[in-house]
Structures are given as structure tokens and as C-alpha cells.
């Protein structure tokens, strides 16, 4: 009896993080026609195309972050990330480019000034459950509670992948504990302060007796008798910090309802643009080995195949 066929795999891409990397690792001698930096559009370029011709993907999509400071999460607490510089106006311009780049590619473009790319990464996965698999390509611990099933996560810059049994092995707690397990360890990276005097270890502590955030404020009088140094004033802080917990648990939980604007059904890739991929490369001074590179991903004809450019 032959077995069922695995589902299509669906990558979902954390485009932040490759395009920061690149404006932080990238010199800036990358200029555009106008004197811009391009660096870090440069370095997104390199990692995209590695993708496309590693793994060829047919369905995939690319989520940006547009709601730094204007998502739900800041109206719900104001210092939610206020521990990050504001982007400036060199790599805002970057971003606009590299979400130009994979529409020009056929790549569906997932942003929203309501929601992060966390949670239409979350909502793209929700919407597909059952149909495709998800490949979740970002080393951003708060995005392994969305892994289920046949579901991974992808560190692309390191090559390392994990499953939901991975999770465990990696963070001391099960991919749906996560949201619960930032909330009360807290999350230094987004300004989540988290419940005081409970680190990273007594929040897997908890986690492992009471299995969820629920179960542990339903059984409170229970954390004093746990083997954990402090107990009994943890579990006075616990009680103390409800009201917070519940808070932090609200902007660590990643939304499964975030609209999906414009996107295809199934995320298919879509037919690319060669018009607007030569500008681009016009434009950003692509050399002439990256435009091949991006024409051959695109699978179609370069306009202009002998057109050399600065490297």
C-alpha cells in the first residue's frame, strides 16, 4: 500500500531579519543610481536567490515588518520594542526596494501597518493548515509556537532546522508554550519585562508542572511546595503581576487573523515582471552576474542580454 503524499511545503519568509543582517554586515560602498546605500538590498538580493535556487520553491511568500510602531501590540503597551533605534531613512528606502525585488520575482509580498510579519507568517500558516506544510525561514525564537504536525523551522544563516519535538531541545519548552514562556521569563529583545524574579529556567519550571500560563494562576497555591529556589515569593510575584502576565502573554501570542491582502490562494508563485526586474537592477547597479542570477530565478528573458553594468 503506498503511503499518502507529503503536502507541498509553503516557506514563509522572515524578510527583516536578512535585510537587517545585511545593512549590518554589508560595507556601504553599495550605492544606487543616486548616491543611496544599497547594501542591504544587495545582501537580501544574495540570500533570496540562494532560496530560490536551493529549494525552488512554488509556493512561498515574503513578510515585512510595517507595523514597527504602529501595530496593535504598541496601542495594547507603548514601550512594546521602544528599546530599538528607529530604522533610518537609508534602510527604509532599502525595504521598499527589496519588497519591489520580490514582486518583480513573482513572490507574494505579505506587509500590514497593523500586524508584524510574525503574525501574517502565522496567519498565512493558519489559513493553509492541512493543505501544505510550513517551512518558517527566521531564527526568531517566537515564531517556533506556530510550529504543528510536519511544520519546521529554518535558520537559514546558520543551516539549522527544527521540528515541533525540536523546540524542546532548543528553549526548555514545547512549541505551544512558547507565548506562555515569554510572557512570564519576559523577552528582552521586544521590551517584554515579563513577571519579576522569574528568569528563562523557573518559567520551564512552571511550564513543565503546570503545562500552561492558565493551569498555573487556576493552581497558584500549588508554586511554593515546587523544588525552585524562591518559590514562595515567586509564586507572591505571580499574584502581584497578574493583571501584567496576562498583558505580556497578549503581545508575545502571535495573531492567526491578520489580513492577507492581495496574496493568491495557496501562495502560488506568480508570473514575474522583467520590466520592473531590469529597472531594479538598473537602478540598485546590480552587477551583471546577479541580474543572470535574477532572470534565471525569474524564468524569463533578460531585455537587455548583453547589458553590462558596474559590478
Same mark, same amino acid.
Given at each position: 500500500?503506498?503511503?499518502?503524499?507529503?503536502?507541498? +511545503?509553503? /516557506?514563509?519568509?522572515?524578510?527583516?531579519?536578512?535585510? *537587517?543582517?545585511? $545593512?549590518? +554586515?554589508?560595507?556601504?560602498? *553599495?550605492?544606487?543610481? =543616486?548616491? $543611496?546605500?544599497?547594501?542591504?538590498?544587495?545582501?537580501?538580493?544574495?540570500?533570496?536567490?540562494?532560496?530560490?535556487?536551493?529549494?525552488?520553491?512554488?509556493?512561498?511568500a515574503i513578510a515585512f515588518d510595517?507595523?514597527?510602531?504602529? %501595530? *496593535?501590540?504598541?496601542?495594547?503597551?507603548?514601550?512594546?520594542?521602544?528599546?530599538?533605534?528607529?530604522?533610518?531613512?537609508?534602510?527604509?528606502? =532599502?525595504?521598499?526596494?527589496?519588497?519591489?525585488?520580490?514582486?518583480?520575482? %513573482?513572490? #507574494?509580498?505579505? @506587509?500590514?501597518?497593523? /500586524?508584524?510579519?510574525?503574525?501574517?507568517?502565522? +496567519?498565512?500558516?493558519?489559513?493553509?493548515?492541512?493543505?501544505?506544510?510550513?517551512?518558517?525561514?527566521?531564527?526568531?525564537?517566537?515564531?517556533?509556537?506556530?510550529?504543528?504536525?510536519?511544520d519546521e523551522q529554518w535558520d537559514?544563516?546558520?543551516?539549522?532546522?527544527?521540528?515541533?519535538?525540536?523546540?524542546?531541545?532548543?528553549? %526548555?519548552?514545547?512549541?505551544? =508554550?512558547?507565548?506562555?514562556?515569554?510572557? !512570564?521569563?519576559?523577552?528582552?529583545?521586544?521590551?517584554?519585562?515579563?513577571?519579576?524574579?522569574?528568569?528563562?529556567?523557573?518559567?520551564?519550571?512552571?511550564?513543565?508542572?503546570?503545562?500552561?500560563?492558565?493551569?498555573?494562576?487556576?493552581?497558584?497555591?500549588?508554586?511554593?511546595?515546587?523544588?525552585?529556589?524562591?518559590?514562595? =515569593?515567586?509564586?507572591?510575584?505571580?499574584?502581584?503581576?497578574?493583571?501584567?502576565?496576562?498583558?505580556?502573554?497578549? !503581545?508575545?501570542?502571535?495573531?492567526?487573523?491578520?489580513?492577507?491582502?492581495? +496574496?493568491?490562494?495557496?501562495?502560488?508563485?506568480?508570473? #514575474?515582471?522583467?520590466?520592473?526586474?531590469?529597472?531594479?537592477?538598473?537602478?540598485?547597479? *546590480?552587477?551583471?552576474?546577479?541580474?543572470?542570477?535574477?532572470?534565471? @530565478?525569474?524564468?524569463v528573458a533578460d531585455p537587455l542580454?548583453?547589458?553590462?553594468?558596474?559590478?
Amino acid at each position: 500500500m503506498s503511503l499518502p503524499a507529503a503536502p507541498p +511545503s509553503l /516557506y514563509l519568509v522572515d524578510a527583516s531579519i536578512y535585510v *537587517f543582517r545585511a $545593512w549590518h +554586515s554589508l560595507p556601504d560602498q *553599495f550605492q544606487d543610481a =543616486q548616491g $543611496w546605500p544599497t547594501n542591504a538590498v544587495h545582501g537580501f538580493a544574495r540570500f533570496l536567490l540562494d532560496l530560490l535556487e536551493r529549494e525552488r520553491p512554488q509556493h512561498i511568500a515574503i513578510a515585512f515588518d510595517e507595523a514597527l510602531d504602529s %501595530g *496593535f501590540r504598541h496601542r495594547l503597551y507603548p514601550d512594546y520594542k521602544a528599546n530599538r533605534d528607529p530604522a533610518p531613512e537609508a534602510l527604509k528606502r =532599502q525595504f521598499v526596494h527589496c519588497k519591489a525585488l520580490c514582486a518583480a520575482l %513573482g513572490l #507574494a509580498v505579505l @506587509a500590514h501597518h497593523e /500586524y508584524e510579519a510574525d503574525d501574517l507568517i502565522g +496567519s498565512a500558516l493558519h489559513v493553509h493548515r492541512g493543505s501544505h506544510r510550513g517551512v518558517i525561514i527566521s531564527a526568531d525564537k517566537d515564531l517556533s509556537q506556530l510550529l504543528v504536525d510536519h511544520d519546521e523551522q529554518w535558520d537559514y544563516a546558520r543551516n539549522q532546522r527544527w521540528d515541533v519535538a525540536g523546540v524542546k531541545a532548543r528553549h %526548555g519548552v514545547h512549541a505551544h =508554550q512558547i507565548a506562555d514562556y515569554l510572557a !512570564l521569563c519576559g523577552d528582552a529583545v521586544d521590551n517584554i519585562p515579563g513577571v519579576s524574579g522569574v528568569g528563562s529556567k523557573s518559567a520551564a519550571v512552571l511550564l513543565a508542572h503546570f503545562g500552561s500560563m492558565d493551569a498555573l494562576y487556576e493552581r497558584l497555591d500549588e508554586v511554593p511546595f515546587l523544588r525552585l529556589r524562591g518559590a514562595a =515569593q515567586m509564586a507572591v510575584r505571580l499574584r502581584e503581576q497578574r493583571a501584567h502576565a496576562q498583558l505580556w502573554r497578549q !503581545l508575545t501570542t502571535i495573531a492567526l487573523d491578520a489580513p492577507l491582502e492581495g +496574496s493568491q490562494p495557496g501562495l502560488l508563485r506568480q508570473a #514575474a515582471d522583467p520590466e520592473l526586474l531590469g529597472g531594479l537592477c538598473q537602478t540598485l547597479r *546590480f552587477g551583471p552576474m546577479t541580474r543572470r542570477r535574477l532572470f534565471d @530565478a525569474a524564468g524569463v528573458a533578460d531585455p537587455l542580454p548583453s547589458h553590462s553594468e558596474p559590478a
